[in-house]
């Protein structure tokens, strides 16, 4: 079927002063492969992959000066596509398979708006909810059709799954995502589809909720939130087949961290409090420990500077109380996280002295991956904005511009682009003119 022209998009090029080849040049600094006959295949009626429509977006948005949305550039997501896939929380593991078998397909498809669709705020307490009171345990049975999983099958799931959450880890989200993707959809799903005892689709099911939660992270990171909320969703079904309460509590906390990031601040806490009460005596300390930090990151956001405290002090309690060894997926939950997290609250209600501190801490642990480090160090960077510190802000930016310029991560982005806002009124100052010159200098792939 012949495609018909993208005047829109033609339209926003001709008006931001921009060829082709300028336009490729901007998308491919933000971390995205693209040339100008790419460029020339969306103006003439093709869509752009993965993540070149918000990158896309955002060159367009800074050389206007306004917000460029995909609806402006005639790129809204098509009305063929079914914006509520992957939101519902599914009856039955197998319709989790199914419904992950959708998504990957609709993920990895060349002209998918899957990766720039919105979130959706019930799908949130929606499935936090049908968890909570979800009827009892799968019966998985013995199944006798399809591939015989065994544990090696496990074994190399779980340890790809660890390669790419390292990649994910030092150079972003955007990395590696689509080869992920594209490796559960021709590994995972034969596995899903396979014939396993129970006891080893338990096994199985836990594994798969683990890639699925990796997946779900990368895709939040990339800053697409809505594929992002639809994994996550589905990573929790998969828990619950594992009958894994430690897993899937832990997905919750991953949800509300989204939210908050999202400023979804009441789902946020909400989020963070169902994962509490979800696991219950199932705990551990340091688990514990992080369902209160992300209820307080949410109480912050908001505002609410006593309930914060309060969720807070409790956090600092029970991570160094002694109690059952942790699930090796939240080995990350040490004292730089904790730390972290803290300095994360300091930041969001202004309290400038205590976001320096904590933030130095986490940095001082030294534990943390580099994306991890970039985000304290910007988050340092605003504790001494806030302390109307001009200069140390900006100096402190650089270092974290220095440990981010391998990242291809939305989220790191926006930290930057957060705290470059806050610098407005100091404009003229040499401290801003020189952070401004280090990142033209630097490469950044989306400063």
């Known amino acids: 079927m012949h495609k018909q022209p993208n005047e829109r998009l033609r339209s926003a090029i001709v008006e931001a002063g921009l060829s082709n080849k300028a336009v490729a040049r901007a998308v491919r600094s933000r971390g995205v492969n693209c040339d100008h006959t790419k460029v020339q295949r969306w103006v003439d009626g093709g869509r752009p992959r993965g993540d070149a429509l918000e990158v896309l977006c955002d060159a367009l948005s800074v050389r206007l000066g306004r917000p460029v949305t995909p609806e402006d550039i005639g790129l809204a997501p098509s009305r063929s596509f079914d914006p509520a896939i992957g939101l519902v929380?599914?009856?039955?593991?197998?319709?989790?398979?199914?419904?992950?078998?959708?998504?990957?397909?609709?993920?990895?498809?060349?002209?998918?708006?899957?990766?720039?669709?919105?979130?959706?705020?019930?799908?949130?307490?929606?499935?936090?909810?049908?968890?909570?009171?979800?009827?009892?345990?799968?019966?998985?049975?013995?199944?006798?059709?399809?591939?015989?999983?065994?544990?090696?099958?496990?074994?190399?799931?779980?340890?790809?799954?660890?390669?790419?959450?390292?990649?994910?880890?030092?150079?972003?989200?955007?990395?590696?995502?689509?080869?992920?993707?594209?490796?559960?959809?021709?590994?995972?799903?034969?596995?899903?589809a396979g014939a396993y005892s129970d006891s080893t689709g338990r096994q199985l099911f836990a594994a798969a909720s683990e890639a699925t939660l990796l997946a779900a992270w990368m895709s939040y990171d990339a800053g697409s939130h809505g594929l992002a909320q639809r994994y996550f969703v589905q990573a929790l079904r998969l828990a619950q087949a594992a009958d894994d309460v430690q897993l899937a509590a832990t997905i919750l906390d991953a949800m509300s961290h989204q939210a908050t990031f999202l400023g979804r601040f009441r789902e946020a806490a909400t989020l963070a409090r169902a994962a509490a009460t979800g696991v219950g005596a199932n705990s551990t300390p340091r688990l514990s420990a992080h369902f209160l930090a992300m209820e307080a990151r949410a109480l912050a956001g908001a505002g609410d500077a006593a309930a914060t405290e309060r969720a807070l002090a409790e956090a600092v309690r029970l991570f160094g109380k002694p109690g059952r060894s942790d699930p090796q997926w939240i080995a990350y939950v040490d004292e730089s996280e904790l730390e972290a997290e803290l300095a994360h609250c300091s930041r969001d209600l202004g309290r400038a002295k205590d976001t320096i501190r904590h933030a130095q801490l986490g940095l001082a642990h030294n534990g943390g991956s580099p994306r991890s480090d970039y985000f304290v160090t910007m988050v340092h960077a605003a504790g001494h904005l806030l302390d109307n510190d001009v200069e140390a802000a900006c100096d402190v930016a650089i270092n974290a511009l220095t440990l981010g310029v391998r990242l291809k991560s939305a989220r790191a982005a926006e930290y930057y682009h957060r705290f470059r806002a806050n610098l407005m009124p100091h404009e003229k100052t040499a401290a801003v003119v020189a952070l401004d010159q280090h990142v033209a200098d630097s490469g950044l792939r989306w400063a």
């Not at 078998?101 to 899957?114: F, H, Q, R, V």
């Not at 880890?169 to 689509?178: E, I, L, P, S, V």
């Open 89 to 192: 929380y599914p009856n039955s593991p197998e319709d989790a398979a199914g419904i992950l078998g959708e998504l990957w397909a609709a993920d990895l498809a060349d002209d998918s708006p899957i990766t720039s669709i919105a979130t959706n705020a019930g799908a949130w307490s929606d499935a936090s909810l049908a968890w909570l009171v979800r009827p009892g345990r799968d019966k998985l049975g013995l199944r006798t059709a399809g591939l015989a999983v065994g544990n090696s099958d496990i074994v190399a799931l779980r340890a790809t799954t660890e390669t790419f959450a390292s990649l994910d880890d030092q150079f972003g989200g955007r990395h590696a995502r689509h080869a992920f993707v594209q490796f559960l959809r021709t590994d995972l799903a034969p596995l899903l």
